[in-house]
Structure formats: structure tokens, C-alpha cells
T-cell receptor, first 109, second 114 residues
Framework: GQNIDQPTEMTATEGAIVQINCTYQTSGFNGLFWYQQHAGEAPTFLSYNVLDGLEEKGRFSSFLSRSKGYSYLLLKELQMKDSASYLCAAQDSNYQLIWGAGTKLIIKP | DGGITQSPKYLFRKEGQNVTLSCEQNLNHDAMYWYRQDPGQGLRLIYYSQIVNDFQKGDIAEGYSVSREKKESFPLTVTSAQKNPTAFYLC?????????????FGDGTRLSIL
């Protein structure tokens, strides 16, 4: 079956660095997406990885290892506004997204 | 400004009633999707459409129906057959079958039972 696993909740301190992990099992693979979702709002796109390695976008970076079925989202210089849920979604061979349950990130001053 | 508009933001359903959630996009995307989001669970696909006048069932289509008569519009009807409709419903659109193209989401409709 198809499955995405990510931690339910993480806590970090303002100004620090946090890494949110995601493991996936899909029928075929056409890339992995990370989205940010503030409570009660729409998910917004953060990153897409299809090749192994690290993609950096400002304070956010995303890493993919296809052989391990593993990705992580790295958030640097955390700000209070980064408090949100972070959703990992893997795209299968039919280009359908398989979604994780999301990781709720709590930032403390 | 291009985007996806969902309405209403909040909706209440009475027993035995069908309700329709609206989703309109002006991004010129061919593909549109409906997801259901429950606390502690990932987004679950209800229906999707890759092109006008065609749509496919997702993982949890029972109790729901859709239509795709126009490229811009993909309304979702929650029928009385859906016994547990309370959830946050999200509509999305994208360029279909293009791996790197993300789905863009509307602001959602929160449906509750009266």
C-alpha cells in the first residue's frame, strides 16, 4: 500500500533550526512536495524535489533520498510566524498525491 | 489576481439534506481536485477532474458527487448518503500530469452538521 509518515508534532525555539522528516512508500514516484498550512487556512506550496539532494530556498531547504524513501524539510532562523503544520506529499506513478497527516510545528519565544 | 475561490467559508447541513460547495478558479488550470481534511489525518482525495466533462473518483467518493461543465468550476455536492460529513473541504487545481507543478488550494469550506 501507499503510505507517508511524518511526526505528529514538534517544538522548537525562535531563532533555532528544525528538521521535519518524512518517509514515503508509493506505487512509482514522481517527486515529493512540502506544503505549509496555518490553522484553518489553505496549504501553500513550499518545495518540490524529484532528484536526490538538497534544494535551498531562503530559510527553507528540502532534501530527498529516493533510495531510502526519505525527505526532510529544514527551517532555519525560526520565526513565530513559522508556527504551522507542514504537510509532506509524494506523487505516485499516476501523478496523484499521497499526503502525510502533517507535522504541527510549535515555535516558542 | 489569479486564484481559487471556495464558498461558503462555513456551511451547516441538516439531516437528510444535500449541500453544494462551490469552487471557482481563474488560473486556467485543466485539473481540479476535492479533498477532505480531518483532524490528525492527511488530505484524502474525494474526486478529481483532468479536463472538462470528465472526472474520476478518488479514495473516498462515496456520498459525494461532482460536475465539471466549465473549466473554471468544479462544485462538490455532499449528499445525505454521506453519514459523517463534518470536515474541512479543500479544492485545488493544477496543470495535470506535470510532475513539478504544485497544486494550488482555495481557502476551504468547513462543513458541520446541525
Amino acid at each position: 500500500g501507499q503510505n507517508i509518515d511524518q511526526p505528529t508534532e514538534m517544538t522548537a525555539t525562535e531563532g533555532a533550526i528544525v528538521q521535519i522528516n518524512c518517509t514515503y512508500q508509493t506505487s512509482g514516484f514522481n517527486g515529493l512536495f512540502w506544503y505549509q498550512q496555518h490553522a484553518g487556512e489553505a496549504p501553500t506550496f513550499l518545495s518540490y524535489n524529484v532528484l536526490d539532494g538538497l534544494e535551498e530556498k531562503g530559510r527553507f531547504s528540502s532534501f530527498l533520498s529516493r533510495s531510502k524513501g526519505y525527505s526532510y524539510l529544514l527551517l532555519k532562523e525560526l520565526q513565530m510566524k513559522d508556527s504551522a503544520s507542514y504537510l509532506c506529499a509524494a506523487q505516485d506513478s499516476n501523478y496523484q498525491l499521497i499526503w502525510g497527516a502533517g507535522t504541527k510545528l510549535i515555535i516558542k519565544p | 489576481d489569479g486564484g481559487i475561490t471556495q464558498s461558503p467559508k462555513y456551511l451547516f447541513r441538516k439531516e437528510g439534506q444535500n449541500v453544494t460547495l462551490s469552487c471557482e478558479q481563474n488560473l486556467n488550470h485543466d485539473a481540479m481536485y476535492w479533498y477532505r481534511q480531518d483532524p490528525g489525518q492527511g488530505l484524502r482525495l474525494i474526486y478529481y477532474s483532468q479536463i472538462v466533462n470528465d472526472f474520476q473518483k478518488g479514495d473516498i467518493a462515496e456520498g459525494y458527487s461532482v460536475s465539471r461543465e466549465k473549466k473554471e468550476s468544479f462544485p462538490l455536492t455532499v449528499t445525505s448518503a454521506q453519514k459523517n460529513p463534518t470536515a474541512f473541504y479543500l479544492c485545488a487545481s493544477s496543470i495535470p500530469d506535470r510532475g513539478s507543478q504544485p497544486q494550488h488550494f482555495g481557502d476551504g469550506t468547513r462543513l458541520s452538521i446541525l
